[in-house]
C-alpha cells in the first residue's frame, strides 16, 4: 500500500518550499523568494498554508539591522514531506495508482 | 499521472540542488573555527580551572557568532545533526575534539611539557578544516545526488 498524497504539500510551490526546507535546518524567507521567483505577498500566503497546517515555523530574530524571517520545517512537516515524496515515487514506479487530481475528478 | 510524478521529482531535486548551490562555505570559516578549537585546546591543557570555564565560553559564543556570520551570508543554515549521511563528519570533528580536549587535560596534569598541548592544538586546527571541508563535501554531494 502506498503513502498517501498531501493535499498541503501537493501545490508545485509549495511542494519546492518543502523540497528546499527539508534539505536545509532553516531558511531566509528572500532565499525562498528567490527560488520560486514569486512577490513576497505570495510566498506569503504559501508559507502561511503550511504554518496553519503545522508543516512550518517562522522566526524573527532579535537584533540590530534589518529583521529576517527565518523559516524551518517542523517534525511534522518533515514527516509528511516524506510521506509526499513516498507516494510520488510510488506513482512514478506504478502509474496506474490514482493521483488526487484523479481522486477530485472521481467525486466531481 | 507518472509524467506528472516525474515533474514533481524533478522539482523536488531542482530545490535541493538549489540548496547544494547556497552552502558555500565562506574560506575563512573553517580556519577560524578551527583557531577557536586549537585556543579552546590550549586553554583546555595549560590552564586552570578558571581558564578552562573561559575558554569553553569563549569557544561557545565564537561558534555562535560563526553560525550567524554563515546564515547571514548563505541566508541557509543546516545543521550537522540534519545532515542525514553527511552528518558522520560533523560527528567526527566532535569526537575528534573531544578527544584531543581529554588528551590536553592529561598532559596538563600528568606531564610538564608544553609542547604536546600545542601539538594537540594544531591537530585540533588542521582536524576540523579537513573534516569542515568533507562535511561540506558530502553534503553538497548528496544534496545533488537523489530526491
Redesign the interface.
Known sequence: MSEPFDEVIHA?NR??IC??LD??????F??LRE?LGVADSVLSKHLKVLQDAGYVSMTKPTGRGRVKT?VSLTAEGRQAYARH?SA??A??DS?Q?P?P??DMKAAG | MESNAAEQLAAIADARAAVADRLVTPWWYHPVLGLLVGAYVVAFGLGNSAARLAAGVCFAGGCVLLVKAYRRRTGVWVSGLDAGRAGRWAIAMGVMLGIIALAAVAVGRYSDLRWPVWALAAAGFTGTVLLGRQFDKALRAQLRAAA
Do not use: N
Open positions: 508545485p511542494l519546492r523540497a528546499f534539505a536545509a535546518t532553516s531558511t531566509e528572500g532565499v527560488l527565518w515524496v510520488l515515487r506513482l512514478f502509474p495508482l493521483t487530481s484523479d
